[in-house]
């Protein structure tokens, strides 16, 4: 399998700033501690996977200024990452690309793989069925049920 970049994109769990919608009804701190196990979840899986040589990971953190951001990525034990910086979602992942790739984050590979952290259920395996489905595909969306995406994924084969 060819490597991937796994750009992770992930907001600080703020008090009151994070999974509002889900705060009105367990609580705005209940909601933060929500967020930060499911980032950490999220970024256990990577790692994993990382550790089997498969990908290199890039936070993608938003709702901290940069020196925050450099200690919650290595309090994670992510040594690559971006400020997410301004705009809609598109409009993030795609700074990120292009930072990875001036930032040398990217080198040689042919696979880049974004994912938010909003997925309770992700496991080693997505990852893995995704570099497998990039050997002969140039994109894969991962579905989810309220119409939009948890993953996608570019081939430059």
């Known amino acids: ?23 009105k009804d367990i609580g705005k701190i209940s909601s933060a501690n929500v967020q930060k196990k499911m980032t950490e979840h999220t970024v256990s899986v990577a790692k994993f996977i990382e550790k089997k040589g498969l990908i290199d990971i890039s936070l993608a953190i938003s709702g901290l200024g940069f020196k925050k951001s450099k200690r919650w990525s290595n309090e994670l034990g992510i040594k690559d990452f971006n400020l997410q910086g301004k705009g809609c979602l598109g409009e993030k992942m795609r ?30 395996m997505d990852l893995l069925n995704t570099l497998k489905k990039l050997k002969t595909n140039d994109l894969i969306l991962g579905p989810s049920n309220d119409g939009g995406y948890w993953l996608i994924a570019f081939s430059e084969r």
């Open 1 to 23: 399998m060819d490597k991937a970049l796994l750009i992770v994109m992930a907001k600080w769990h703020a008090y009151g700033r994070c999974k509002t919608r889900l705060s």
């Open 95 to 124: 700074r990120q690309i292009l930072l990875n790739k001036r930032l040398g984050f990217y080198k040689k590979m042919k696979n880049i793989i974004l994912i938010g952290t909003d997925l309770p259920d992700f496991c080693h």
